[in-house]
């Protein structure tokens, strides 16, 4: 069975830091891309950070310079470290594990942006 856990989400003040993790089980995970979207009230999921099975790294426009993806492959988990944070990185993000026409989807663990 395939489980995606998300963990490390909360309350932060502007310009502060947030780190991410990712958990899979039940795949092998260094075949996947492994990805962290974000999906704020009223607006579409987006993606914010990817990084593929070769290590190739992917991030949104709006989050470059600020956060980082990084993968562990010997313990099947995948970070995402989140600096400088505004009030417009608020939303719930969500851990994807994708391959081919596989996705797999965490449940998603909220981060607020506030002072």
């Known amino acids: 069975q395939v489980q995606v856990v998300e963990s490390g989400g909360g309350l932060v003040q502007p310009g502060g830091s947030l780190r991410l993790s990712c958990a899979a089980s039940?795949?092998?995970?260094?075949?996947?891309?492994m990805g962290w979207y974000r999906q704020a009230p009223g607006k579409q999921r987006e993606l914010v950070a990817s990084i593929s099975s070769s290590g190739r790294t992917n991030y949104a426009d709006s989050v470059k310079g600020r956060f980082t993806i990084s993968g562990d492959n010997a313990k099947n988990t995948v970070n995402l470290e989140m600096n400088s944070l505004k009030p417009e990185d608020t939303a719930t993000y969500y851990c994807?594990?994708?391959?081919?026409?596989?996705?797999?989807w965490g449940q998603g663990t909220q981060v607020t942006v506030s002072s």
């Open positions: 039940g795949i092998t995970f260094s075949t996947y891309t």
């Open positions: 994807n594990a994708k391959k081919a026409w596989i996705d797999y």
